[in-house]
């Protein structure tokens, strides 16, 4: 199986005594590419780096999360337009709306997300984005602002039936992540995965967060790009199909999406 990865924050500190040996173990469970997400100005900066330094292998996207939203100044909407123009910059984001953790005042998120989406629609790149415990807000930003846009995922998608049904109908592509894994918090998408066409699918780690329960333990419970496996399986099981089918039809949607080169003819 060929995976690819589109969300996962290799830049995060957690990475840095064994990045390498992540990389190898990734790619000897099958993930051909990661998509390296970018929610800061200092983690932007990283992803690009990587990016760079891993080139086929690697891509990066630049944003300001939700969590982060207070941190907004000119130097990052600077920075975010700059990075746009980058070819190993695939979409724009981390961006969106948290409301579980409220590390941002609610009014500053919403400035900035629609700050974020003016960008995104100017620089006509793929947005990728956030929605935890806000989505009436967010459903309401992302529909002023969805005509302007061009391709749009919402990633480490958690939520309900209902919001998914929401965001198909606005053209919305979905990333799942472990959280399927979870026979306590994932119950839920178990069913409603089954409603998102292939062609609006893909899949994540959002590592080093969400390792997938049904891993292998590990004393550090990081999470990392080799257990895309493993929310491929339990997607696969959810939707009727073999893991084989499910991997070739979210690599190619995910190729589509963020414009990825074949690698090594997978």
């Known amino acids: 199986m060929a995976l690819i990865d589109i969300g996962a924050n290799l830049a995060h500190d957690s990475f840095d005594a064994d990045r390498d040996a992540v990389l190898e173990r990734a790619a000897a469970a099958g993930v051909v590419q990661i998509v390296v ?81 003016d960008i995104a629609a100017q620089a006509q790149r793929p947005l990728f984005l956030h929605q935890r415990d806000a989505h009436s807000d967010f459903l309401a930003m992302l529909r002023e602002y969805r005509a302007q846009l061009g391709a749009v995922v919402v990633h480490c998608f958690t939520d309900t039936q209902a919001a998914l049904e929401d965001y198909l109908a606005l053209d919305c592509h979905i990333g799942i992540t472990g959280w399927i894994c979870d026979e306590r918090r ?76 074949c690698v090594s003819g997978v």
């Open 186 to 261: 994932g119950k839920h998408l178990v069913d409603a995965v089954r409603i998102i066409p292939d062609e609006r699918l893909m899949v994540e780690t959002d590592a080093p967060y969400l390792l997938p329960r049904t891993a292998p333990k590990t004393s550090h419970r990081r999470n990392e790009p080799a257990h895309l496996v493993w929310v491929v399986r339990a997607l696969a099981a959810a939707r009727g199909v073999t893991e084989t089918a499910l991997a070739a039809a979210t690599t190619r949607t995910a190729r589509a999406f963020f414009g990825l080169p």
């Open 37 to 117: 997400t970018g929610s800061s100005f200092d983690s932007n900066a990283a992803a690009l780096e990587l990016a760079r330094a891993h080139p086929g292998r690697l891509y990066a996207t630049a944003g300001l999360h939700p969590h982060h939203a207070r941190d907004w100044d000119a130097r990052i909407a600077e920075q975010l337009r700059e990075h746009s123009a980058q070819p190993q910059v695939v979409a724009l984001g981390e961006c969106g709306l948290d409301y579980f953790r409220d590390y941002s005042p609610r009014e500053v998120q919403r400035r900035v997300f629609a700050a974020q989406l």
